[in-house]
DNA sequence: CGGACTGTTGATTCGAATCAAAACCGGTGG
DNA sequence: CCACCGGTTTTGATTCGAATCAACAGTCCG
């Protein structure tokens, strides 16, 4: 109901999907329960088994898992729109943390409520399924980042990632964006240490390819850092049906 | 309509998922073109729109990409039962290839005919978008498994894992399974270099811990791979609604 | 002002890549 | 039957990118 919460989720579907006015309309009715949280703090954990589903509303989260031997990863990041946790509709138990990056406004929509609303609008859980597809597909090249691209490319490669995803739902200015993460958890997404990670975004800073601040980003050169990483933005799906 | 084809998914699926009569009679009146091909042909290419879904009835397959800079990296590995191909339901364009590792029998089945078999049975269709978020998760373990763990490590946890996958649709003797990779594609998954990953296996061998021939491997002492690997099974969400 | 966290720097170590060559293996054809 | 071929596995030597160790500076905040 409240149209603040649903339109970011609104937005951020009709990005990739062909929402109509029923989905629309479906959308605008579900019940979504605000809540706000500060930064670095636990949504939903590890192990457990959540009853509803969290909308990014405003901020940014990022989900993340720690090995055995205490070493922390991050799976992904997630902007306004985003619901980071959706798989917990359909997979019951979490196999990861999502965690806050920055203060956040969220949303949370019940797993009753989120069934009963795919049962009825069939096309609004294809998008939604399609949401998911889209989360598995950035994964994929997530695998690829850590497995194959040298530290300077991996993080150049994530940087023009989330200016693409910002700029989709409207979060960017030319090539600058918020998003206020450490270089420690900045490390955790790439692989990288966080001694290393300070010397990379030097280089990219000498290379006068990105600036940065306490709250975000600045690509001074898209193209010649999609060049560096070699990026395709194929994998982001972000127009829809294609 | 060919009974072994159908029940390679039935059996995978009901590994996951609580299948009724009512979703096994649809999945074993699907229309499924049966294919064979040998090992290292691509099945679907990247950037290709597939049209249908390819089932895996017998043997294994891959999904990989390939950087701008020629390097590969593999994204997953597929056992019968799966449709590494799921996701081109929704996505339409492929950003990965799928190929087989060994010989394989194929099963297609058309979107069209997967798109009317879901809206017609709900059941059948949340089984399936299981079946997307658990292969999501995998990733999810993957990124892990090339960002944060040694080499040794990363190379116990796969076998663990493909052993587990295996298990759980009958397909191991003990500690053994079939997987026919060689030491380049293996290197491939965990974002190794063929020198490194040889030497890798050898130091597992060394330490009596796997056996390897052609065909396959020999787990000789999972608790203790467990152990190092530093293995949760949660992910692979092997149980129903769990 | 002091403390906790984050960012930065330098020195050193180490795991894995690279380079190069040889051994092995199954298939093929003379 | 054996020579040969391409692909794969193995070995050794060397290099290199990134981790680690150890300080120190900067910043925010109570």
């Not at 929402?19 to 670095?40: F, K, N, T, V």
């Not at 902007?79 to 917990?88: E, N, V």
């Not at 991996?154 to 940087?159: E, K, P, S, V």
């Not at 290379?207 to 990026?231: C, H, I, M, P, W």
Request: net charge negative.
């Amino acid at each position: 109901m409240p149209a603040n919460l649903a339109s970011a989720l609104i937005t951020k579907l009709a990005v990739s999907n062909h929402l109509d006015g029923d989905d629309i309309r479906a959308i605008q009715s579900l019940r979504i329960r605000e809540r706000h949280l500060g930064a670095r703090e636990i949504i939903v954990a590890d192990g457990s088994r959540p009853g509803e589903c969290c909308l990014i509303v405003e901020g940014f989260a990022s989900r993340s898992k720690t090995t055995a031997d205490g070493e922390r990863q991050v799976l992904s990041l997630h902007i306004p729109g985003d619901i980071p946790d959706l798989q917990s509709l359909h997979l019951g138990i979490m196999d990861h943390d999502l965690v806050s990056l920055s203060p956040c406004a969220l949303g949370f929509i019940a797993h009753a409520e989120l069934t009963e609303v795919t049962a009825r609008h069939p096309h609004l859980a294809a998008a939604l399924w399609r949401e998911t597809l889209i989360d598995g597909s950035i994964f994929r090249e997530w695998i690829v980042n850590v497995g194959r691209r040298a530290a300077l490319q991996r993080m150049a490669h994530l940087l023009i990632e989330v200016h693409e995803r910002l700029e989709a739902i409207g979060r960017t200015r030319g090539g600058e964006f918020s998003l206020p993460i450490t270089q420690i958890d900045l490390g955790d997404c790439l692989g990288l240490s966080v001694v290393h990670t300070n010397r990379t975004l030097q280089a990219l800073r000498g290379e006068r390819l990105v600036e940065t601040d306490k709250s975000g980003f600045n690509l001074l050169d898209q193209e010649r850092l999609k060049e560096l990483a070699g990026f395709d933005r194929t994998y982001l799906h972000l127009t829809p049906s294609s």
